[in-house]
């Protein structure tokens, strides 16, 4: 019996065959563009994923164009030391690792190399379930204000605003009506720690308003608080209707830098106040 012999590739082939699955995926994540923001059907999919893998722009267009209903996503290996195994069959998501590489020049580059990954769904057994942190409304709003200048205020009804949470610029305060939920209250807040973001840039309030809520809602569902109104979804295809595919990942990657910005400062205030719940029982126990 003649046995096939292995091809052997050579440098050369191995890099053109790495450049071509990598020039595949950028094209796939590049024709998935107009796709995420063609409905707000589909541009609600794109945030929920966005939000719920923490992934790069690049490859949470990549996650959604091979498996939108994607919730959790790991390697082989990594599944493993979760003692989970994937179902046979199972057909993996492509996306795109950073990896650091040395130029000829001693610098260092990034290169992105195809990775497969799997989604939650696709292990065995039936057992298979997200488990995400839970923080109270009071842990939320001390993280939210952790090192800020500008800070929450309760007001009365009566205010300049219709927004129910609202940065007013002249008193450099986050205005907040009185007798709100705390839910509609924590994502209000959330809302305008964006907007200043944004604001920051150089943009009005009324420039940035779509922007600010896709940011918010990102951050509301990533930390569990929810109940995030996802009526502002209704204007995406009336904001991106002018703009290229290019402009179009643009903004993505705009959103998701002011997302990762004001999520970044939520998780230093709720591991300080870990810390501090950590010190006070240690001290409690030396007593």
Same mark, same amino acid.
Request: charged fraction near 15%; charge should be negative.
């Given at each position: 019996m003649n046995e096939q012999k292995q091809h052997k590739w050579s440098k050369e082939e191995f890099a053109k065959m790495m450049n071509d699955k990598r020039q595949s995926l950028f094209n @796939? #994540? +590049?024709?998935q563009v107009e796709k995420a923001v063609? /409905? #707000? &059907? +589909?541009? !609600? =999919?794109? !945030?929920?994923? *966005? /939000? $719920?893998? &923490?992934? =790069?722009? =690049?490859?949470?267009?990549?996650? @959604?164009? $091979?498996?939108? +209903? #994607?919730? $959790?996503? *790991?390697?082989? /290996?990594?599944w493993r030391e979760d003692n989970k195994y994937i179902r046979k069959g199972q057909k993996g998501i492509q996306i795109l690792e950073p990896g650091e590489y040395t130029r000829k020049d001693g610098s260092a580059g990034i290169s992105y190399n195809p990775k497969f990954v799997f989604d939650i769904s696709q292990l065995q057994g039936k057992n298979n379930h997200i488990h995400s942190p839970e923080y109270s409304t009071k842990e939320i709003l001390s993280a939210l204000i952790y090192k800020k200048d500008i800070l929450p205020e309760v007001i009365e009804q009566d205010t300049k605003s219709f927004e129910r949470v609202y940065f007013d610029p002249e008193s450099q305060k986050i205005l907040v009506k009185d007798g709100l939920d705390p839910k509609a209250m924590i994502n209000g807040i959330i809302r305008e720690y964006c907007m200043i973001e944004y604001m920051d840039m150089g943009a009005t309030r009324e420039e940035v308003s779509f922007q600010a809520e896709c940011s918010a809602y990102m951050i509301s569902r990533r930390y569990g608080i929810g109940d995030y109104n996802t009526m502002f979804v209704s204007s995406s295809n009336e904001h991106f209707f002018s703009m290229n595919p290019k402009e179009i990942k643009q903004e993505l990657e705009n959103i998701s830098r002011v997302t990762d910005s004001v999520s970044t400062n939520i998780k230093y205030g709720l591991y300080a106040q870990q810390e501090q719940t950590k010190q006070k029982e240690a001290g409690e126990h030396e007593r």
């Open positions: @796939m #994540a +590049n024709e063609e /409905s #707000a &059907d +589909n541009f !609600l =999919t794109y !945030l929920n994923l *966005k /939000s $719920q893998l &923490d992934y =790069t722009v =690049t490859n949470t267009l990549l996650v @959604m164009a $091979q498996n939108p +209903n #994607a919730t $959790q996503l *790991k390697d082989i /290996s990594h």
